[in-house]
């Protein structure tokens, strides 16, 4: 079982910037397709970031150019830094991981961290 726990969330004004971090169980944390995906209320789960195990990034389009997503492998690691924040990022974000897939990066993740909240003020 993998197990991924998050941290970093909190409030901010639009404009400032937050660095989440998700930490995983597995020492084989490098073999995983990693992603960060957010739900703010009364929205559906959407996709935020990813990395493939092999390193390729894929980000949405409405984080291009403010959001960074990198892994530290050797921290078992992965961070979101996000940057230039709007109120319209407020939501929970949650780290997820796969054993890695061809295909579609945004989907068929097998395991879920709780999420942190993150709040973005105007």
């Known amino acids: 079982q993998v197990q991924l726990v998050e941290s970093g969330g909190g409030l901010v004004q639009a404009g400032g910037s937050l660095k989440l971090s998700c930490a995983v169980s597995r020492r084989t944390f490098s073999r995983y397709d990693m992603g960060w995906f957010r739900q703010a209320p009364g929205k559906e789960r959407e996709f935020v970031a990813a990395?493939?195990?092999?390193?390729?990034?894929y980000y949405a389009d409405f984080v291009k150019g403010r959001f960074i997503i990198s892994r530290g492998n050797a921290e078992n690691t992965v961070y979101l830094q996000m940057n230039s924040l709007k109120p319209e990022d407020t939501a929970v974000y949650s780290c997820?991981?796969?054993?890695?897939?061809?295909?579609?990066?945004?989907?068929?993740?097998?395991?879920w961290g709780q999420g942190t909240q993150v709040t973005v003020s105007s």
């Open positions: 997820a991981a796969r054993s890695p897939k061809l295909g579609d990066i945004s989907s068929s993740y097998d395991y």
């Open positions: 990395t493939r195990s092999g390193g390729t990034i």
